[in-house]
């Protein structure tokens, strides 16, 4: 099978020749600086040049053997579509939204968001040069989801607050914002994106719980799902932190697979049969760390448990040897 082939196979439920090894790009960013150094492209020149972009994609799917192309590097794209200030960081640190937009009293309407133009266009492009030169290859675009977005639009110490003082309000941003989102998810289909991977890293269990979890982000990730889903896509949902608090909850999530943090039992997870394919999640510590025997024992344990999307948990640190990444491949291989 080509990767692509293999894990939209895994993600459908189809027959498979073996597991899959992905990192989704976005929040879960896959770049190194070794691999940096060997295509002669870095941070922050890669997340405002496409081509930067593209080529930086393309040297770690080669250097890693992962299934995917992983674009792009960080999760500030759509928050500069809506005319969000961005510090595009260094070689080692990813970008961040300067300031909030929305003022404490959420008050007024953000403004439309253009995902034709600025870097959101620039993605674009380079999802749409990576379809066409590695067509065997599975092509991953991504969102922040709506909750986490909106928590980089405000302060986000609002937008907890808005849960028990002001809900209407904050229904009201999160509806807006995921219409938003889903126009965004189909352009990157329309460029060739065979996934569309979901990070909601601000909707975990310890800072929302089940209960606001179900009223204020399973419903608007369940519309992105929905709007975004199509016989040649799957969707991938990311959730950070510790799941216990919302297991339930996201048995009610209708992704194709769910992709946990380190600290989550995803064979225990696996083992009650979710309505989802379980994916993750090696710690980036341990990536990082060290040594590749130890990471293939980590993928093999996983892989005995059921587990058949192996990824990095959280995305990978940017001083990660690129060989404890090749270790992931490897141990799908043996």
């Not at 640190?93 to 929305?102: F, N, T, W």
């Not at 990471?295 to 060989?323: D, E, F, N, W, Y």
Request: hydrophobic share 45%; proline share 7%; charged share 20%.
């Amino acid at each position: 099978m080509t990767p692509r082939e293999r894990l939209l196979n895994i993600l459908h439920g189809r027959p498979f020749d073996r597991p899959a090894v992905l990192c989704p790009g976005g929040m879960m960013s896959l770049a190194v600086t070794e691999v940096m150094q060997s295509a002669g492209v870095s941070w922050p020149e890669a997340h405002r040049d496409e081509d930067a972009m593209l080529r930086l994609a393309l040297a770690m799917q080669e250097e890693t053997g992962f299934d995917n192309i992983a674009l792009p590097f960080c999760m500030t794209v759509e928050a500069e579509a809506y005319g969000g200030e961005i510090d595009l960081g260094s070689a080692t640190i990813q970008p961040r939204v300067r300031r909030a937009m929305i003022l404490p009293d959420g008050l007024g309407e953000l403004p439309k968001p253009n995902f034709r133009a600025g870097r959101a266009g620039k993605l674009l492009k380079a999802l749409r040069k990576a379809r066409h030169l590695r067509p065997d290859a599975a092509l991953v675009g991504n969102l922040v989801g709506p909750f986490s977005l909106l928590g980089m639009l405000a302060d986000p110490l609002q937008v907890l607050r808005w849960t028990r003082r002001n809900p209407d309000l904050l229904l009201r941003h999160l509806n807006i914002i995921s219409k938003d989102l889903a126009q965004f998810g189909g352009l990157q289909k329309q460029t060739g994106a065979d996934v569309i991977c979901i990070a909601e890293p601000t909707a975990t269990g310890e800072i929302l719980g089940g209960h606001l979890f179900r009223e204020f982000a399973l419903p608007y990730l369940n519309f992105l799902c929905s709007a975004l889903r199509s016989s040649n896509v799957a969707i991938i949902v990311h959730i950070c932190g510790d799941i216990s608090a919302i297991e339930k909850e996201l048995f009610d999530l209708s992704a194709d697979a769910v992709s946990f943090d380190s600290m989550a039992n995803i064979v225990a997870l696996a083992s009650r049969n979710p309505p989802w394919r379980v994916m993750g999640n090696l710690d980036a510590f341990l990536l990082k760390k060290g040594p590749p025997e130890a990471i293939r024992k980590r993928c093999h344990t996983l892989l005995q448990g059921g587990v058949r999307l192996l990824a990095p948990a959280c995305g990978v640190i940017p001083t990660t040897p690129a060989s404890h990444l090749k270790a992931m491949s490897e141990a799908t291989r043996l």
